[in-house]
Nanobody
Framework: QVQLVESGGGLVQAGGSLRLSCAAS????????MAWFRQAPGKEREFVAT????????YYADSVKGRFTIARENAKNQVYLQMNTLKPEDTAVYYC???????????????????WGQGTQVTVSS
């Protein structure tokens, strides 16, 4: 099993940037596909970005493509989400998720991930 802890959330003005981090422990980090999801009040949890076990493949939701970048450092057991040009509609709780897989093609559904962090709040003011 792997344990996930997110950090880096906060309050930022529209147009600003934040970098989220997710620290993993408890298992071999490089076995896992990693992803970021987010959930706004009253809405379902939605896919944001995912990265393959090696970091070679990344995929993004259309709503964040060109603004957000997912990256990982397997040696540090960390995955990151760099968020630029933030918009008020990016306001949500952001969750890190993991699934043990060596597949390079993406998983987009919440049900496809076995492990979740507790979430970190991102608030973008207009």
């Amino acid at each position: 099993q792997v344990q996930l802890v997110e950090s880096g959330g906060g309050l930022v003005q529209a147009g600003g940037s934040l970098r989220l981090s997710c620290a993993a422990s408890g298992d071999t980090f490089s076995r896992y596909v990693m992803a970021w999801f987010r959930q706004a009040p009253g809405k379902e949890r939605e896919f944001v970005a995912t990265i393959s076990w090696s970091g070679a493949s990344t995929y993004y939701a259309d709503s964040v493509k060109g603004r957000f970048t997912i990256a990982r450092e397997n040696a540090k057991n960390q995955v990151y989400l760099q968020m630029n040009t933030l918009k008020p509609e990016d306001t949500a709780v952001y969750y890190c998720a993991a699934r043990a897989s060596y597949r390079d093609s993406p998983y987009y559904q919440t049900t496809q991930y076995n492990y979740w962090g507790q979430g970190t709040q991102v608030t973008v003011s207009s």
